[in-house]
């Protein structure tokens, strides 16, 4: 699995965009970029995941560059709810799933 | 409502005295998953299951047991915990293919 670095932590104002970097320049070409979220102690939520294009759904846009080598994942409208570490994973077609020290997001009011 | 449940969410026991935390998935997944996450050490592997009666080790797999005897089950036993056990474990599963893992809420366990 590929090594993710992440910045570890970075502030958003409440219904601003949000935008996550993520640095993957050891991916593989079979090997998605999948987002998670953990908020407090719950469970990690899975977000959303790309391979080479730029993906959206209901919670989230990732932008994938065209290297392949860094992403970026996008909250539209960030509310408070939506503080949270950010995890950006690398994963293959196993069922290895390594996560790195992810992004702790704060939204403000 | 599809689900991965873990139980007992909250547990503490003493040294030495075996013990087993339950998984299951109501999802028909192939792979499932354990982990523990502890302050400063963020989340990792423990094992890992393809499918019945196929089973891995992942990163920290010492004092683990794990077995997947049914496709939705996948219960973590420890035979002999120690303090060094006390953590926050997750359950995960996921279909093959490019899909997400779903967690379960996690069992906080205390070795005293």
């Known amino acids: 699995d590929a090594k993710t670095t992440q910045p570890p932590s970075m502030d958003c104002a409440e219904g601003r965009a949000a935008n996550l970097p993520c640095n993957h320049s050891t991916i593989s070409g079979n090997e998605y970029v999948y987002w998670y979220r953990q908020i407090h102690s719950q469970g990690p939520q899975y977000i959303i995941h790309?391979?080479?294009n730029n993906e959206t759904n209901e919670m989230a846009s990732l932008i994938i560059t065209e290297d392949r080598k860094s992403s970026t994942l996008i909250l539209p409208h960030a509310t408070l709810r939506d503080t949270a570490v950010y995890y950006c994973i690398g994963q293959g077609a196993g069922n290895k799933l390594t996560f790195g020290g992810g992004t702790r997001v704060l939204v403000k009011p | 409502e599809a689900q991965v449940t873990q139980n007992p969410r909250y547990l503490i026991t003493v040294t030495g005295k075996k013990l087993t935390v339950t998984c299951s998935q109501n999802?028909?997944?192939?792979?499932m998953s354990w982990y523990r996450q502890d302050p400063g050490l963020g989340l990792r592997q423990i094992y890992y299951?393809?499918?019945?009666?196929?089973?891995d080790k992942g990163d920290v797999p010492e004092g683990y047991k794990v077995s997947r005897k049914e496709k939705r089950n996948f219960p973590l036993i420890l035979e002999s915990p120690s303090p060094n056990q006390t953590s926050l474990y997750f359950c995960a599963s996921r279909s093959t293919g490019p899909y997400g893992y779903t967690f379960g809420s996690g069992t906080r366990l205390t070795v005293v």
């Open positions: 299951s393809m499918n019945v009666e196929v089973t």
């Open positions: 999802m028909n997944h192939e792979y």
């Open positions: 790309g391979l080479k």
